[in-house]
């Protein structure tokens, strides 16, 4: 069975810092896709960054990228130039090419300080 | 954009109660979820639907049920509930074709139940 694991509850960083959350997963699949989910305090959970296992290229989006390492099983996370709004819980997330439900890890709860 | 609703941000229901919890997305998506959240254990499958009137149990389906009798909407319903069953409940939905398999969430419902 798939599992996805999310070692560190918590996390700090200071305003402007960077920070890496890190994520890794057990498959015996060789397609599928990784996600990091975001989840406000008392909102709602959106989709930070997706990554496809059969690209190489790390995903990016703006201040957000991955380090995806397939042979190792680890997707981390990294915040770059952190701001307070990005103080949440986040998700790691897998799910297999057939696109059922995610399997997701216990979550990350990041602090951020000015 | 997708939009995922919920019936209720907060519920309390005494035990014993029969408890529906609603969700409507307007995407026309297929698949829709339902995921139980608890601090420390992440999110878990409590039961997911491929289309109309069609359902899968998830990991943790005992003491619910669902229903899909529209597209848009997927209930889940607690036939009697008890106290282990507070807990935040988050509502997804995707669509079936190949493509990224990202799931979109409703803001979840915070169930207490006395």
């Known amino acids: 069975a798939q599992t996805v694991t999310q070692s560190q509850p918590e996390m700090s960083v200071q305003e402007a810092e960077t920070v890496t959350l890190s994520c890794t997963y057990d498959?015996?699949?060789?397609?599928?896709?990784l996600f990091w989910y975001k989840q406000p305090p008392s909102r709602q959970m959106i989709l930070v960054i997706r990554q496809e296992a059969y690209k190489q290229q790390n995903a990016t989006e703006n201040r957000f990228s991955v380090n995806f390492q397939k042979a190792a099983k680890s997707f981390s996370l990294k915040i770059s130039d952190s701001q307070l709004g990005d103080a949440a819980m986040y998700f790691c997330a897998y799910t297999n090419q057939a696109g059922t439900a995610l399997i997701f890890g216990k979550g990350t709860t990041l602090s951020v300080s000015s | 954009d997708v939009k995922v609703t919920q019936s209720s941000r907060y519920l309390v229901k005494r035990t014993g109660e029969k408890v529906f919890l609603e969700c409507v997305q307007d995407?026309?998506?297929?698949?829709m979820f339902w995921y139980r959240q608890d601090p420390g254990l992440g999110l878990r499958l409590i039961y997911f639907s491929y289309d109309v009137k069609m359902k899968e149990k998830g990991d943790i389906p005992e003491g619910y049920s669902v229903s899909r009798e529209k597209k848009e909407r997927f209930s889940l319903i607690l036939e009697s509930a008890s106290t282990n069953q507070t807990s935040m409940y988050l509502c997804?939905?995707?669509?079936?074709?190949?493509?990224?398999?990202?799931?979109?969430f409703g803001p979840g419902t915070r169930l207490t139940v006395t």
């Open positions: 995407m026309d998506h297929e698949n």
């Open positions: 498959t015996s699949e060789s397609d599928y896709y």
């Open positions: 997804a939905s995707r669509y079936a074709g190949t493509g990224t398999y990202e799931q979109y």
